[in-house]
């Protein structure tokens, strides 16, 4: 999947590693993220098919910088993946669910002190997407008006990113509000 928002992203406009990360940071964190190192091998791998071509600027008191381009070949590949209708639903896995399945057993303010810590950073992740994401949907969207419906749809996924988040907080609560009445 990485190897679709790589080409994606630079279906755009090319870009470094480094500014592929920051974008993924501020864009597809709420559905797919990758480490520094996880981008930089697929787009070597990706410039070794022949998806991407890179060059490297020269850059006064700093050090060269490598610039990744999407080729034609690239292009079509990512042209034809998105045309491929999603048939099946993606498992998910969350090992705060696998850990309560079996706390019954466990320390209820443990148990309470982990549940009200998610919920922390559930908010806050959610106040991050209604507050920094936007923005950064936004000053895109400005920056660059030939991608207006680009960013309609930036903007849909960053609103499940809120959605889901706010559905994860009022299930923290609701089964924070249990464990209180053991």
Same mark, same amino acid.
């Given at each position: 999947m990485l190897k679709y928002v790589l080409l994606g992203f630079l279906?755009?406009?090319?870009?470094?590693?480094?500014?592929?990360?920051?974008?993924? $940071? *501020?864009?597809?964190?709420?559905?797919?993220?990758a480490k520094q190192s996880q =981008?930089?091998?697929?787009?070597?791998?990706?410039?070794?098919?022949?998806?991407?071509?890179?060059? =490297? *600027?020269? @850059? *006064?008191? +700093?050090? $060269?910088? +490598?610039?990744?381009?999407i080729t034609e070949t690239g292009r079509n590949d990512l042209?034809?993946?998105? /045309? @491929?209708?999603?048939?099946?639903?993606? @498992?998910?896995k969350e090992s705060l669910l696998v850990k309560l399945f079996f706390s019954a057993n466990t320390d209820k303010e443990k148990m309470l002190t982990q549940l009200r810590l998610l919920r922390d950073l559930h908010q806050r992740k959610m106040e991050h997407y209604e507050t920094a994401t936007h923005d950064f949907i936004s000053q895109i969207a400005k920056g660059m008006p030939q991608?207006?419906?680009? /960013? *309609?749809?930036?903007? /849909?996924?960053? +609103?499940?990113?809120?959605l889901f988040e706010e559905m994860f907080v009022r299930w923290l609560d609701e089964t924070i509000e249990r464990v209180e009445k053991w």
């Open positions: 279906n755009y406009t090319p870009m470094t590693g480094y500014e592929l990360k920051q974008f993924m $940071d *501020e864009s597809t964190a709420n559905f797919w993220h =981008i930089y091998t697929t787009l070597k791998k990706l410039e070794e098919e022949g998806m991407l071509e890179s060059h =490297i *600027e020269a @850059q *006064e008191g +700093r050090p $060269d910088r +490598r610039v990744y381009e042209n034809l993946w998105l /045309a @491929q209708p999603e048939t099946t639903l993606q @498992q998910r991608l207006e419906k680009d /960013a *309609e749809l930036w903007d /849909a996924t960053r +609103r499940f990113g809120v």
